[in-house]
């Protein structure tokens, strides 16, 4: 995605994937009636990553990114690799130049974390009051609604860390300090098509 490209580049940082979930990035996925029916949030590190407008929406997907210097998701597979190395010098009673079995990594266990939501909002659903009893009575109307053909929009939200949020490491990127407002970002595709972003 263009905007966390152009966040890696001016903060001089590099970030991998850590969780994806099934449905992200999927635009030809459409809810069935068992969906959960959202009007604000998801809310992480205490920033609402859609503030309540009145357009119900539903999650598709989340995807999270960590900074390549965060912990080490490989440790039992790297023992069980060396283990295998010294078990076949061993049975092949032969020796085997190679290098040290336990290398140190250059992970630092840093818990910077980018966040991605691929959401799916409902605009002819939209609220005019903010009510309990319409909220629950427009959710029951979208889902009954869900299985025809009806007006949806793609968005898709990222939340960027602060440059504090790493740690062991040096951070010697440019990141500017973003309030909560400019760290999370909205892109929205109406109907296919690009949207403001």
Known sequence: MLAVDEFEEYTASNFVVVEKQKHFGDEAFRPT????????????????????????????????LGCHLGRDRAVAQKKRYAESIIQKEITDQTFIQRRKTFQHTKKKDCPAKIYLYHILRFPDFQLKKKTDWQMRASARKLKRALGNDIALQHSYMILFPELSHHQNHPADGKTPTLSRERRSVVLQKLNGCSGPQ
């Open 33 to 64: 009636s068992k969906v959960t029916v959202h009007w604000e949030g998801p809310v992480i590190n205490n920033v609402c990553l859609n503030e309540y407008s009145g357009i119900p929406f539903i999650i598709v997907g989340r995807k999270v």
